[in-house]
């Protein structure tokens, strides 16, 4: 069974940039969520997907967006990059209606460096 | 103050012996509780999730749980090498995740 999936493993990009990171979920799973990593604050939630629509967002700028397909593989987009946006972005996905209960299956990862 | 509190470490623990990790969590409304591990330059892996007071064993792991208390801890039992990570406490509440900063446990031969 394959696991979470994340485009592309590693990005350079420049201040002011945008980009945009692909996570293709384990199959089945309706459930995606994306996180970003940095070593001074750990995991923040940015925001989850389910049947294509926004269930839960994070605290963060309106920079940051995403969206889901029908297949359930969702992006996540970031316009006007800032240095602070360096950071590993993680993706997760869960079984529909129950990520309360099963928890998630994390992707590779995309470690995003802003120059 | 963080929803998920984890002493950051390291946590040294010596081969053979026992680990124990702490998390507390601030919100009342947590219903189900996980831990990951993330070895360095990876992604986290769930190793045990817990809903009920108590205990719950899975190999050599065993988490325990005090809603009361708001307490959350990890037993590593006959602690190996590879068992070198940092353990992520997570808190679930209504379908929002919040994560601890995370323990670095590092087993020493």
């Known amino acids: 069974k394959a696991g979470v999936t994340q485009t592309p493993r590693y990005l350079i990009k420049t201040r002011g940039q945008q980009v945009t990171l692909s996570c293709s979920p384990i199959?089945?799973?309706?459930?995606v969520s994306w996180y970003q990593q940095t070593p001074g604050q750990g995991l923040q939630f940015l925001f989850e997907y389910f049947s294509e629509t926004q269930r839960n967002k994070g605290n963060f700028p309106g920079r940051f967006s995403g969206r889901q397909f029908s297949n359930s593989r969702s992006e996540m987009n970031v316009s006007t990059l800032e240095l602070g946006d360096s950071a590993l972005y993680l993706c997760?996905?869960?079984?529909?209606?129950?990520?309360?209960?099963?928890?998630?299956?994390f992707g590779s990862g995309t470690r995003l460096t802003v120059v | 103050q963080k929803e998920v509190e984890q002493n950051s470490g390291p946590l040294s623990v010596p081969e053979g012996a026992i680990a124990s990790l702490n998390c507390t969590y601030s919100d009342r409304g947590s219903q189900s509780f996980f831990w990951y591990r993330q070895y360095s330059g990876k992604s986290p892996e769930l190793i045990m999730s817990i809903y009920s007071n108590g205990d719950k064993e899975d190999g050599r792991f065993t988490a325990q749980l005090n809603k009361a208390s708001q307490y959350v801890s990890l037993l590593i039992r006959d602690s190996q090498p590879s068992d070198s990570a940092t353990y992520l406490c997570?808190?679930?509440?209504?379908?929002?995740?919040?994560f601890g900063a995370g323990t670095q446990v590092v087993v020493t031969p």
């Open positions: 997760a996905s869960s079984p529909s209606g129950t990520v309360g209960t099963i928890g998630y299956t």
């Open positions: 997570a808190a679930q509440s209504w379908g929002k995740f919040q």
């Open positions: 199959s089945g799973h309706r459930s």
